[in-house]
């Protein structure tokens, strides 16, 4: 069974650009959920979704937007690129969020650096 | 809130030696706790997991953790570590319903030497 899967591994960009990152969840799995692993601050959460649907965001700005497609794949959008928005993006996927006890499992993120 | 204290950033351990990496958790209400690990330049690896149940979980690589509930605590433990070993390990919490979000801790870093 193939694990959680992200693109590209590594991004370079500017400051004032914009980023598009990508997960592919485990099959079967309808939860995506996005992680931010910067320098200093630890592992953050950034957003959840299901079934298509937002279901929660943490604490980040507007600029840090994403979507999730029928097939459960997702894209991770971060606009107006500053140079703390440098770290490791994680991804993970769950099933059956309802229940809350289903594990996420992770991909191997991407790594965003802004020059 | 819930939130996850790792009070040692570091533990350096000689191989075979037994370790232990602690983790104690802060929630009003009930909540499903994990361990995972991070090589370096890879993402995060399930190792355990505890939902319900028995106090003392099973994990991949030999790693076992036990719940105490009264001390709000979720210590990692393995009796014999080995080189490999070597890695971060986050102890995270995840409340019961509703609310999916993984809360971590700030990691421990395992260092493992001949």
């Known amino acids: 069974e193939a694990g959680v899967t992200q693109s590209p591994t590594h991004l370079i960009k500017t400051r004032g650009q914009q980023a598009t990152l990508r997960c592919s969840p485990i099959s079967g799995h309808t939860s995506v959920y996005w992680y931010q692993q910067a320098l200093g601050l630890g592992l953050q959460f950034l957003l959840w979704?299901?079934?298509?649907?937002?279901?929660n965001r943490g604490n980040f700005p507007p600029r840090f937007s994403g979507r999730q497609f029928p097939n459960y794949s997702s894209e991770l959008n971060v606009n107006a690129l500053e140079l703390e928005d440098s770290a490791l993006y994680l991804c993970?996927?769950?099933?059956?969020?309802?229940?809350?006890?289903?594990?996420?499992?992770f991909g191997d993120g991407t790594r965003l650096s802004i020059l | 809130a819930q939130s996850v204290t790792q009070l040692d950033s570091q533990v350096p351990v000689f191989e075979e030696a037994p370790v232990e990496l602690r983790c104690n958790y802060s929630s009003s209400v009930s909540v499903y706790l994990f361990w995972y690990v991070q090589y370096p330049n890879q993402g995060l690896q399930l190792l355990l997991k505890?939902?319900?149940?028995?106090?003392l979980v099973k994990g991949i690589n030999g790693f076992e953790a036990e719940f105490n509930k009264s001390q709000t605590s979720f210590h990692l433990r393995k009796p014999s570590v080995h080189i490999s070993d070597t890695a971060e390990y986050f102890c995270?919490?995840?409340?019961?319903?509703?609310?999916?979000?993984?809360?971590f801790g700030t990691g421990t870093r395992l260092l493992v030497s001949p």
């Open positions: 993970a996927s769950s099933n059956n969020p309802g229940t809350g006890n289903q594990p996420q499992h």
């Open positions: 505890y939902l319900s149940g028995s106090t």
């Open positions: 979704y299901d079934e298509g649907e937002e279901r």
């Open positions: 995270a919490v995840k409340r019961g319903t509703g609310f999916q979000k993984l809360v």
